[in-house]
């Protein structure tokens, strides 16, 4: 991809996280990582996100405070149900959506990246919504958008997951109503899993009891342990009193082949079954981001049983969303008045 | 803070508006009214108001803040509450409460929010304050008190107990 000819100078290697969030009043402006974010940040895009859960009960699931807006998700790698939750949120505060899947659009033509989005704010976009390959990608593309547009990370290569981590920070919070003293187990491909990375940061900034990632070694980043977190490898001792657990999914097309000696082994030592959940607290939250891959991360009465949220956290990330949406554009135009 | 309003009994105030509420419902034979309260302060008056006159259904509440009219200037309130409506409004009647009439815009947006879950039957606006200064065609059914007020000033209700009247000059 051109792109990349671009980008490889600037940031596509070392994705900075503070200030290019914030606008000058220390509000969201761009939400590309919950790393360096405040503590009263990540709780407001929760309270926000609870307000907007009633927008679900009403007869027009919809509210007008972005109308006349225009969003568009750019998709550089394929997600369907991100993109589906994004397209739902935005369309549930009023604006106008465009979905835009760059593999089969301009830039295999040879357009780059800044030209697309060069193009797409001469078509008065508000909001990007990226997703894509490269870690840092949501970051370059916010370092050059026009100043009234905003960015929305929805996952770059294995840095990122922001909303992904909300919508869990979120799921958590309705079900154990607070974080302090939680122990929280994070499961399976930390390595590949831009989630996890998002969930550590937030789960330390709200301030839980403990973090564990359970996983094999061959599956953990080098700099695990500087994330704050306890590193364990065997699941039953790994899960001993944990409040809640998240489940990764093996990500498959993302391993270049020997780091898992085959699914069948992954799933008889990280593979959550019933048996196994008993380690945990008796009221232990079970959740997923999904896709789920049954057999391999989880057994299906694990995933279909009473504790687990997994479609509760689909619903939670349309909410999730429309609060991190209507931050970011209300901060913007907050900051263009001022 | 200044005026005289400190004074001002809320409470009897609020007594002699659920009087004149009661006697609407029974001029209209609206027997089973849903009450809904503005969020903060006319909340606070709606629990008062749906307490005196016994309602049934329970109190409803509502938060504007993704109906106002003015986020592309000031952006979202960060304080806004979750709306809890029942889910059907459908051939209601109801009772839409606020603690200051002003400009009009706050009650334009509870009204289409309100729409948003339904079509009622009917809807009546009870304020506390009826201050002047409408920006659009609205009035209130039920008016507590009227206060003759400049634009400088500001009118704002404290609560939820003791309920008190503060204007400051802005």
């Known amino acids: 991809m051109n792109s990349s000819k671009q980008t490889a100078s600037t940031s596509f290697k070392a994705p900075d996280s503070s200030s290019l969030q914030l606008n000058d009043q220390g509000r969201l402006r761009h939400f590309l990582t919950t790393e360096n974010l405040s503590k009263d940040i990540l709780t407001e895009i929760m309270d926000v996100a609870e307000s907007f859960s009633s927008v679900a009960d009403q007869a027009v699931k919809k509210v007008p405070v972005l109308r006349g807006k225009t969003i568009v998700n750019l998709f550089f790698e394929d997600s369907t149900r991100t993109r589906t939750t994004f397209e739902l949120a935005a369309k549930r505060l009023s604006a106008d959506v465009i979905n835009l899947n760059i593999a089969t659009s301009a830039t295999s033509k040879g357009e780059s990246i800044l030209d697309t989005i060069r193009n797409l704010e001469a078509m008065h976009a508000d909001m990007f919504v990226v997703r894509h390959g490269d870690s840092g990608a949501a970051h370059f593309i916010a370092r050059h958008v026009a100043p009234h547009v905003s960015v929305i990370n929805a996952g770059d290569g294995r840095h990122a997951h922001p909303t992904q981590a909300m919508l869990d920070m979120f799921s958590i919070r309705r079900e154990k109503k607070e974080f302090k003293g939680l122990k929280v187990a994070i499961i399976g491909d930390i390595l590949h899993s831009r989630v996890a990375r998002s969930q550590i940061h937030a789960l330390n900034t709200l301030g839980v009891q403990e973090v564990r990632v359970i996983a094999p070694s061959t599956l953990l980043p080098s700099d695990t342990k500087s994330l704050g977190v306890q590193v364990h490898g065997d699941l039953r001792s790994g899960l001993d009193g944990v409040d809640v657990i998240i489940m990764l999914r093996l990500q498959r097309e993302r391993m270049g082949g020997a780091l898992l000696p085959s699914e069948h082994e992954y799933f008889e030592c990280f593979g959550l079954t019933a048996e196994k959940l008993a380690y945990a607290k008796p009221d232990v939250t079970v959740m997923h981001p999904g896709p789920i891959n049954r057999g391999v991360e989880m057994d299906a009465d694990v995933a279909d049983g009473k504790h687990s949220i997994i479609l509760q956290q689909v619903t939670n990330g349309i909410a999730i969303r429309m609060a991190v949406m209507t931050l970011a554009l209300g901060a913007n135009r907050a900051s263009d008045s001022s | ?170």
């Open chain 2, 1 to 170: 803070m200044e005026t005289g309003l400190t004074s001002v009994d809320i409470e009897s105030v609020i007594e002699e508006m659920a009087n004149q509420l009661a006697l609407q419902l029974k001029q209209k034979n609206i027997d089973s009214p849903l009450m809904i309260g503005v969020h903060t302060g006319g909340l606070w008056v709606a629990e008062r108001l749906h307490a005196k006159l016994g309602l049934t259904k329970p109190l409803g509440e509502i938060d504007i803040s993704f109906y106002r009219d003015d986020f592309t200037r000031i952006g979202l309130n960060p304080q806004v509450k979750p709306s809890q409506i029942p889910a059907n409004v459908e051939g209601e009647h109801i009772i839409l409460v606020d603690d200051v009439l002003y400009t009009g815009r706050t009650i334009r947006a509870a009204l289409n929010e309100i729409f948003d879950y339904g079509r009622p039957d009917s809807v009546v606006l009870a304020v506390l304050v009826d201050r002047g200064g409408r920006e659009l065609p609205l009035q209130a059914d039920i008016v507590g008190m009227k206060l003759d007020l400049s634009p400088q000033k500001q009118v704002k209700l404290s609560g939820p107990v003791p309920l008190a009247l503060e204007t400051n000059r802005i």
